[in-house]
């Protein structure tokens, strides 16, 4: 059960893929906002900065996760708060890290937007190699003029190191 909470965490790290300060063009996202998104929270989860990650997070935002059980899978959800609480916990114990993102796409919607991606993850916890890769969408939202993630959905699609950091 360790293992799969400590799992369940490293999922969600994979799952913050976008929020920030981009601002849209008339209260609107733009492409090159959303890939200035994707790069902040890039650099932020390899420099495992975690205000850097809650900056881009609205207050009320929710991430949940599928999680395979013995029993089925599950969803399990997150405030902000338990999100960062979790990554502080997850970063303190993982060694030699390695993060990747694939397949990025883009879904415009005005002041509103869905980046989907793959982000694959390695990282040795306990002595333990652990690898996984999730399919993550990340909605952002202009509020108050300022592009933020409203909630990141994440399911594992399977176990391989990544191939770049």
């Known amino acids: 059960m360790v293992d799969v909470v400590r799992m369940m965490k490293f999922w969600l790290l994979a799952g913050l893929m976008a929020a920030g300060a981009a601002w849209g063009q008339s209260g609107s ?3 090159y906002a959303l ?4 790069d902040r929270v890039d650099q932020a989860i390899v420099e495992r900065d975690v205000k850097g990650i809650g900056s881009l997070l609205t207050p009320r935002a929710e ?4 999680v395979p059980t013995p029993n089925g899978k599950r969803r399990m959800k997150m405030s902000k708060a ?3 609480s979790a990554l502080e916990q997850s970063w303190a114990v993982a060694n030699d890290y390695r993060y990747a993102r694939s397949g990025l796409e883009f879904e415009l919607n005005g002041d509103a937007a869905v980046i989907r991606s793959v982000v694959t993850e390695a990282m040795v916890v306990n002595g333990r190699q652990i690898s996984l890769s999730t399919r993550e969408e ?3 939202q202009v509020i108050d003029g300022r592009a ?3 909630g990141v ?3 594992p699609i399977k176990n391989r190191p990544p191939e770049s950091n």
């Open 153 to 155: 959905r994440g399911e």
């Open 148 to 150: 933020m993630i409203v």
């Open 138 to 140: 990340t909605y952002v």
């Open 63 to 66: 991430i949940s996760i599928i």
């Open 35 to 38: 890939q200035q998104i994707v």
């Open 82 to 84: 338990q999100y960062i």
């Open 29 to 31: 996202l733009s492409r």
